[in-house]
């Protein structure tokens, strides 16, 4: 158990309907990041938190998406219009400030859009 | 920009031999780079990490991987393969903090343990 939580697990909703996924890092952490993976390829990164400042997004997060981490704590990915193309493994990691550490990833919430 | 690139996308070995995954990087600068392992249905593990402390890293499960700088490599290696090893590796490399944190992953080498 890394201690990254993420919710829910598994969601199916229906194309163009809104979805939000929570991750609760592991609670020392100041840094957050989310990843999406599809079948057969390695995670790809889409933004990452220090505290509660959003410091980077990939190219590959249209504006369809959009991540908060109000409190610097807790995080969520709002994907807004889903397409049958967001249908992937979406990963949230943290990790501490220490140079040269590791991130420590949750379990991922699968979505299937439909 | 930095990346990776795992030069195997399947491996295939029999128990009891050893294994090879291929991973070479690309960095302006001394990157930190990280082995991790996906299990089926499980989440991301880290196997063991290269922070410039020593060249040869050795992990979890008797997994090692030695750094390379003149050949731009990290290749991860076990003595002998068990079937639990069967699984899905990710070499990754992060900036660690020079211009980015972020964590880049290669595209992943499925191992198979053959019995």
């Known amino acids: 158990d890394t201690g990254v939580s993420q919710d829910p697990r598994h969601k199916i909703t229906k194309r163009g309907q809104n979805v939000t996924f929570r991750c609760d890092p592991i609670s020392e952490h100041n840094r957050l990041y989310w990843y999406r993976q599809t079948l057969g390829q390695g995670p790809e990164f889409l933004t990452y938190f220090q505290n509660e400042a959003q410091l980077e997004k990939s190219r590959l997060l249209s504006d369809r998406f959009s991540a908060e981490r109000p409190k610097g704590s807790f995080s969520t990915l709002e994907i807004q219009r889903t397409e049958q193309g967001d249908s992937a493994m979406y990963l949230c990691?943290?990790?501490?400030?220490?140079?040269?550490?590791?991130?420590?990833f949750g379990q991922g919430t699968r979505l299937t859009v439909v | 920009a930095q990346s990776v690139t795992q030069l195997d996308s399947h491996v295939s070995v029999s128990e009891g031999t050893p294994v090879l995954l291929r991973c070479n990087y690309s960095?302006?600068?001394?990157?930190?780079l990280f082995w991790y392992v996906q299990h089926p249905n499980k989440g991301l593990q880290l196997l063991l990490k290269y922070t410039s402390a020593a060249t040869l890293v050795k992990g979890i499960n008797g997994f090692e991987a030695e750094f390379k700088k003149s050949e731009t490599s990290f290749h991860l290696t076990k003595p002998s393969a068990h079937m639990s090893d069967a699984a899905e590796y990710f070499c990754?490399?992060?900036?660690?903090?020079?211009?980015?944190?972020?964590?880049?992953f290669g595209t992943g080498t499925r191992l198979k343990v053959l019995a």
């Open positions: 960095s302006s600068y001394s990157p930190s």
């Open positions: 990691a943290s990790s501490s400030q220490t140079v040269n550490t590791e991130a420590f």
């Open positions: 990754v490399v992060s900036g660690s903090g020079r211009g980015t944190y972020k964590y880049i």
